[in-house]
Nanobody, 119 residues
Framework: QVQLVESGGGLVQPGGSLRLSCAAS????????MGWYRQAPGKQRELVAT???????NYGLAVMDRSTISRDNGKNMVYLQMNSLKSEDTAVYYC?????????????WGRGTQVTVSS
């Protein structure tokens, strides 16, 4: 099992920046890809960004030019830096970890952290 705990959410003004952090514990050695997804009220959960253990990244179209995902494998942490925030970025942001195939290829999720962009 893997446990994920997000932090760093809150209220941000439009145009502002935010850094989200996610700490993995448990069988963290079994994690392959980590990432961030978000879900706004009344909408489906969508990809924000993912990063492999080797550092390969993938971004959702809505945040591609405004976000940077990074990872510290030694600390079992993944980060999301978001800039130029817009009201439409308001959502609950979830940390995700996918296990390596040899460990079952399962997905684990954090409980989420609320990000609200408003003046």
């Amino acid at each position: 099992q893997v446990q994920l705990v997000e932090s760093g959410g809150g209220l941000v003004q439009p145009g502002g920046s935010l850094r989200l952090s996610c700490a993995a514990s448990g069988r963290a050695f079994s994690i392959g890809r980590m990432g961030w997804y978000r879900q706004a009220p009344g909408k489906q959960r969508e990809l924000v960004a993912t990063i492999t253990s080797g550092g390969r990244t993938n971004y959702g179209l809505a945040v591609m030019d405004r976000s940077t995902i990074s990872r510290d494998n030694g600390k079992n942490m993944v980060y999301l830096q978001m800039n130029s925030l817009k009201s439409e970025d308001t959502a609950v942001y979830y940390c995700n970890a996918r296990l390596l195939p040899q460990y079952g290829d399962n997905d684990f999720w954090g409980r989420g952290t609320q990000v609200t962009v408003s003046s």
